[in-house]
C-alpha cells in the first residue's frame, strides 16, 4: 500500500474513531441519524478496502455510492422518516429501500463471504412471498411498502436494536482493543504468559493458552488472535520439538477462547446485553468463571499430552527479564484497570469507561518496552490503531446490519414464532432435547456465519423455545453463544485450526483432532452450566458459583485426562464416569 493510501485510509479510520467516541459525549442522536452514519462510515472498508479485483473495486465504487447516498438521505430526512411508521411513501423511497437491502447483502458477502447474506436473501425471500408457502409455515402477507419501509426506515430491520450495540457499545470497545494491540500491550500479554508459565512441563504450549486468554479477552476474534498470538508461540514449539500438529491444535483451542473472555466476548456480550436486558456487568460476570473453566481444561489436557510427548517448557534465555514484564504489563493493567474502574468504582456505563481507558492506552502509544520514545514510531502506532479500528468496525458492522435483516424478517412474519413451537413440539416439551437441537443448529450455523451471527440468529429462534421450558434468559443465551463457537475448532469448518494448520504446514484433520480433544471444554461446559445454573451467579451469589466452579473444574480435569492421558483403558473408563457425575450431578 502506497504512503498517499494509508493516509487516506488513516484518515477515514480516524474518522470512524472520532464519530462513535463523540456519540458517547454529545448526548442523545436521533437513531435514523446515528445507525445510517454507522453504515456509511463502514462502506469504504467493506466496498473499496476488500477489493480484490479491478472489478471489485469498480462494482465497490458504484454500490458504494450508492449505499452511501441512500445513508445520507435517511439522515437528512430522519424527521419526517419517524412520522411514516415504517411505510414508503412513494417509488423514490422504494427505490432508497431496495438499494439499502442490496448493499447491506453486498457489505456482508465481501466482508465474511457468501453464507450470511445468502441466508438473510432466503429471510427476504420468505417475507415477499411466503403467502404462498402452504400450511402452518406460510404468514398471511404484509403489504411491500409496509415490508421494506420496516426493515429500511424503521427501526424494526436494519436500524434495530442489534444496530444500536454495534453503534454505541461495540465500536468503542473495538476502539479500546485497536489502541491497545497497536502499543506494547501484546509484547506485554506474551512476556506475562512466558513468566507465569514459560518454565512449566509444555511450558510454551502453556504460554500460549495464558497469552490467548489474556490477548482474546481485547481481540474477541479467534482468527486475529491465531494470527498474533501464533505468531510468537508456534515457531517457540515447533522448535522445542513439538508435533506441528498438537502446536497447531494449542493455538487454535487457546484463540478460541477469546470469544468467551470477558471482557469483549467479541461483540456477543453486548449483543446480550440488548437481548436479555441484563446489564454489561452482569454478563462479564456470569461468563467469567465458565471462561477461566475452558483454559483449565485446555491446560489439563496439554499435561496429558505431555505425557505422550517430550514437550518442554522455554529454556531461561528464552524467557523474559523481570523488568521487561513489570514493564510491558502496565500497557495493558492500566488501561484495563481504568476500565474496570470506570464500570465498577465510579458506575460508569461500559462505553464511557471504555472511552476513559482508550486514552488511558493512548497515551502509552508514545512509549515503548524500554521506555524510550519516537515520533516516528508513535505515528505508526497511531496510523495503525485508526486503520485497525475503522477495518473492524466495518466488519462488525457488516454483519450485524445483515443479521438485522434476518431478525426484522422472523419479526414481521412471525418465523419465529413457529420456529420455537417446532423445538418444542420436536424436543417433546423437554429441556435436554430441546438443548440438543439448539446445539446442532448452532453447530451448523455456526459452520457458515461469524460466531456473533450464529448466535443472534439461533437465540432468536432457539431462546423462547428454551425460556419457556424453564431455563433463565441469561442461561439460554450463554447456552447458545457457547455452541455457537464450535465451528472455530469442529470439522468440517473449522476456521481457527484452518489457519493454524497453515501457519505450521500441517494436515488440518490433524490439527482438528487434536483441537477437538483439548478444547473438550466447549462442548461440556455450556451443558454443565445448565446442569449446575449456579456456575453463572457470581455476581449474585459468588459462594455457590465459585463451589460449582471447583466442582465442575473437578469434572472437566477427570475427563480431559483420560480423553488425552496415555493410562490405562480402566482408569481412563472411571475418570470419564466420575467426571461425568461432577459435571452433571447437582450441588
Not at 246 to 254: P, R
Not at 292 to 316: C, E, K, N, Q, T
Request: aromatic share 8%.
Amino acid at each position: 500500500m502506497t504512503p498517499t493510501a494509508r493516509l487516506i485510509w488513516s484518515v477515514l479510520g480516524a474518522a470512524s474513531i472520532a464519530f462513535h467516541l463523540w456519540l458517547i459525549f454529545s448526548g442523545l442522536v436521533p437513531n435514523l441519524v446515528s445507525r445510517p452514519l454507522h453504515m456509511a462510515l463502514a462502506l469504504p472498508w467493506t466496498m473499496l478496502f476488500v477489493a480484490r479485483s479491478r472489478a471489485e473495486l469498480i462494482s465497490g465504487v458504484v454500490l458504494g455510492a450508492a449505499g452511501l447516498a441512500a445513508c445520507l438521505w435517511l439522515v437528512v430526512n430522519a424527521d419526517a422518516l419517524s412520522d411514516q411508521y415504517g411505510f414508503l411513501d412513494g417509488d423514490f423511497q422504494l427505490v432508497v429501500a431496495v438499494t439499502l437491502l442490496v448493499v447491506v447483502l453486498e457489505m456482508a458477502r465481501r466482508a465474511i463471504g457468501w453464507p450470511l447474506p445468502l441466508v438473510a436473501s432466503l429471510a427476504l425471500l420468505y417475507g415477499l412471498f411466503g403467502e404462498w408457502v402452504p400450511g402452518e409455515f406460510g404468514h398471511p402477507g404484509t403489504p411491500l411498502n409496509s415490508f421494506l419501509g420496516t426493515l429500511t426506515i424503521a427501526e424494526g430491520g436494519l436500524w434495530g436494536s442489534l444496530t444500536a450495540v454495534s453503534v454505541n457499545i461495540v465500536a468503542i470497545f473495538v476502539i479500546f482493543g485497536a489502541v491497545l494491540n497497536a502499543g506494547e500491550a501484546g509484547q506485554g500479554f506474551m512476556n506475562v504468559a512466558a513468566a507465569a508459565a514459560g518454565r512449566l512441563r509444555a511450558g510454551a504450549a502453556k504460554v500460549s493458552v495464558i497469552s490467548s486468554a489474556l490477548f482474546g479477552s481485547i481481540s474477541g476474534s479467534a482468527s486475529a488472535n491465531v494470527a498474533s498470538t501464533g505468531a510468537i508461540t508456534l515457531p517457540t514449539m515447533l522448535k522445542l520439538g513439538y508435533p506441528r500438529s498438537l502446536a497447531a491444535a494449542v493455538e487454535a483451542v487457546a484463540s478460541s477462547g477469546g470469544q468467551i473472555m470477558p471482557p469483549l466476548m467479541g461483540a456477543g456480550a453486548f449483543v446480550m446485553v440488548e437481548l436479555t436486558g441484563t446489564p454489561y456487568t452482569s454478563i462479564m460476570a456470569a461468563a467469567l468463571l465458565p471462561a477461566i473453566l475452558y483454559f483449565l481444561a485446555v491446560w489439563v489436557g496439554i499435561d496429558g499430552f505431555s505425557l505422550r510427548h517430550d514437550l518442554r517448557g522455554l529454556a531461561a534465555d528464552a524467557r523474559p527479564a523481570t523488568r521487561d514484564v513489570l514493564i510491558t504489563s502496565a500497557f495493558f493493567l492500566v488501561p484495563f484497570s481504568v476500565l474496570l474502574w470506570g464500570m465498577f468504582a465510579a458506575g460508569y456505563t461500559p462505553q464511557y469507561a471504555a472511552c476513559l481507558a482508550i486514552l488511558a492506552g493512548a497515551m502509552l502509544l508514545p512509549v515503548d518496552g524500554r521506555l524510550s520514545f519516537d515520533w516516528g514510531r508513535t505515528l505508526e502506532r497511531v496510523e495503525q490503531a485508526c486503520m485497525g479500528a475503522g477495518k473492524q468496525i466495518a466488519t462488525i458492522a457488516s454483519i450485524i446490519l445483515c443479521a438485522s435483516i434476518i431478525i426484522g424478517v422472523l419479526g414481521i412474519t412471525g418465523l419465529g414464532v413457529k420456529i420455537t413451537s417446532l423445538i418444542l413440539s420436536g424436543s417433546g416439551g423437554a429441556l435436554w432435547p430441546a438443548l440438543l437441537l439448539t446445539a446442532l443448529a448452532c453447530l451448523v450455523l455456526g459452520m457458515e456465519v461469524p460466531t456473533t451471527a450464529a448466535y443472534v440468529i439461533c437465540v432468536s429462534v432457539a431462546g423462547p423455545a428454551l425460556t419457556e421450558l424453564g431455563l433463565a434468559p441469561l442461561q439460554a443465551h450463554l447456552f447458545v453463544f457457547w455452541f455457537a463457537l464450535l465451528s472455530t475448532i469442529t470439522p468440517p469448518v473449522c476456521g481457527a485450526v484452518f489457519i493454524a494448520a497453515g501457519m505450521v504446514e500441517e494436515n488440518w484433520l490433524k490439527v482438528a483432532g487434536h483441537a477437538m480433544a483439548l478444547g473438550i471444554g466447549l462442548y461440556l461446559i455450556p451443558l454443565a452450566m445448565i446442569a449446575n445454573p449456579d456456575l453463572i451467579a457470581l455476581a449474585t451469589d459468588p459462594v455457590w458459583a465459585i463451589l460449582a466452579a471447583v466442582k465442575i473444574g473437578l469434572g472437566l480435569t477427570a475427563v480431559s485426562f483420560a480423553v488425552i492421558a496415555p493410562r490405562r483403558l480402566l482408569l481412563r473408563a472411571g475418570l470419564l464416569v466420575v467426571g461425568a457425575l461432577l459435571l452433571f450431578w447437582p450441588l
